[in-house]
């Protein structure tokens, strides 16, 4: 089950400060997920419960159990007596998931909160490897905007999955493009809580840099690890 952490904030709801500390699952949980972002895993790789806690420092029944809600998110795979992978890229199902996300975010403008804000430095400021996390933090503010559990969870997977097409893209020539059309879509989020149009065009310009990139990217990333980039951390 894919439980939101801010779904208490969306309605409005404080919490006390010991509901604010993080569970022991949940520290775990975000450090295994962490972990497949930062080293961007090659796709179909196994997933060792016993290598993850020795590489985390925590013990195996909490890496065990946020395997178990990644797989269940849609994140990893699980098979039968054999074990957690990393999902394999697929272009179709891909394509599948960029279409999908094209219209839950386009749906997801239209219900935003008019207070919803979002400000952040140019991307000429930007490494590399931060660009992929803005765009994903974009995506991310679009959908937790509308308040609706359902489409931060859609969302949310729609990012992890099809990261490491944008870590291959910022790794190489087409990274320009990518600089260029995410610095039209951060210009445009200024405007989030006002023009959804706007904001709307600048989306799915981006959306289509990376979606025509899917095919040429996907053979080249399946044969093997992709660069790490460890100088950014996720802030969301």
């Known amino acids: 089950m894919w439980l939101c952490e801010k779904a208490p904030q969306c309605r409005g709801i ?46 195996r029944t909490p890496v065990r159990e946020a395997l178990i809600r990644l797989a269940a998110e849609g994140k ?14 697929v272009e ?13 975010l386009a749906f997801a403008l239209t219900c935003r909160r008019p207070q919803c804000s979002f400000t952040g430095n140019s991307c000429d400021d930007l490494y590399l490897d931060e660009l ?8 991310t ?21 099809s990261h490491p097409i944008r870590m291959k893209i910022i790794a190489s020539e087409l990274h320009t493009g990518f600089r260029e059309s995410l610095s039209r879509l951060t210009d445009a989020m200024s405007q989030f809580g006002k023009a959804a149009p706007l904001v709307e065009s ?11 990139a899917i095919a ?21």
């Open 141 to 161: 503010i679009i959908a937790e905007g509308s308040s609706n559990c359902e489409i931060c969870k859609i969302i949310a997977k729609f990012t992890f999955c």
């Open 216 to 236: 040429g990217v996907v053979q080249e990333v399946n044969k093997g690890r992709l660069i790490e980039f460890p100088r950014a951390a996720r802030t969301f």
């Open 202 to 212: 600048a989306l799915m310009n981006h959306l289509d840099v990376e979606q025509r």
């Open 14 to 59: 404080s919490k006390s400060a010991s509901e604010s500390m993080p569970a022991k699952a949940d520290t775990a949980y975000d450090a295994v997920l962490q972990l497949l972002y930062s080293y961007s895993l090659v796709p179909g790789q196994h997933l060792s419960d016993q290598e993850l806690a020795c590489k985390l420092n925590i013990g």
């Open 132 to 139: 992929a996390i803005r765009a994903e933090m974009i995506f």
């Open 76 to 89: 990893i795979l699980s098979a039968p007596q054999r074990g957690y992978f990393t999902r394999p890229l």
């Open 92 to 104: 179709a199902a891909l394509l599948d998931s960029y279409a999908v996300a094209r219209e839950i």
